[in-house]
């Protein structure tokens, strides 16, 4: 782990999201084991099987970010552009990688299925490019320059996280904590946007909600200093005795819940 911030951005791939038929799965999964590994996820694109879209995508996204990660479009289908897509993004030319087509050649033939010209598209990966294993039905992903591209099949997308984590840089961890009240939004807008002021270098995020009849606020802060992150909360919960309510320690899993309240 490295004292330095490490960013990144996730580029979701493919017309199935867009329509509403697939409901994407890996969001969530990326950005918990990311928030672990204390690479910050600053941004998140969804964009259609188009070569133009996601080429514009990832030019914009790889200069901003230390790394990118992509889902979706590197089967073996024609509507399968990613691969092609990155490469034109970098200039490069698409091949059939040697390790790739080893890998599936062994796997395919294991399995007794042919191993046909379209399966074979699934070794394919631009020039240069180092591959992402994939544990669970050995098609790999790749990576080019800070771009990681993996499948958009949730066990497959994980498996593949879950290989690559290790091998990227890690940079310090964001911690939060959480205050809970039975105060609206609209109670304590105000002074905690005055915390908010004073703490520049602490987010803080307001997440309402309703349970046991009844509404309330949640209040998070998150940020790398820990010393300054306990200031703030202590800020918060004096704010919120000020405003009359009382402070309830959140536990974790509550910390982002939101409702319509305020």
Do not use: W
Not at 208 to 222: E, H, K, M, Q, S
Request: charged fraction near 25%; aromatic fraction near 6%; hydrophobic fraction near 40%.
């Amino acid at each position: 782990m490295s004292d330095e911030t490490v960013t990144s951005a996730f580029l979701i791939i493919g017309n199935e999201i867009l329509s509403g038929r697939t409901k994407d799965k890996n969001l969530g999964f990326l950005a918990e084991k990311l928030t672990e590994a204390g690479i910050r996820l600053s941004e998140v694109r969804v964009v259609r099987d188009e070569e133009g879209e996601i080429v514009d995508a990832l030019r914009a996204l790889s200069e901003r970010y230390t790394y990118v990660f992509t889902s979706g479009g590197i089967g073996p289908t024609h509507d399968d552009i990613t691969c092609a897509s990155v490469a034109a993004a970098f200039g490069l030319p698409v091949i059939r990688h040697p390790e790739a087509m080893r890998r599936l050649t062994v796997h395919y033939a294991t399995i007794g299925r042919e191993f046909n010209e379209a399966r074979k598209k699934m070794a394919e990966t631009p020039e240069g490019a180092t591959l992402i294993d994939n544990p669970v039905s050995t098609a790999p992903g790749f990576i080019v320059e800070n771009v990681h591209v993996m499948a958009g099949v949730p066990s497959v997308f994980q498996a593949m996280v879950l290989e690559l984590l290790p091998k990227l840089k890690h940079g310090t961890k964001v911690q939060s904590r959480a205050v809970s009240c039975t105060l609206g939004e609209g109670v304590v807008a105000e002074a905690l946007g005055e915390i908010q002021g004073r703490y520049p270098a602490i987010e803080i995020g307001s997440y309402p909600y309703f349970r046991a009849g009844y509404f309330g606020t949640t209040l998070v802060a998150r940020g790398t200093d820990i010393p300054v992150l306990e200031e703030v909360a202590d800020e918060i919960r004096r704010m919120i005795r000020e405003k009359g309510g009382e402070p309830i320690e959140a536990r974790p899993e509550e910390e982002g819940k939101e409702a319509n309240a305020g």
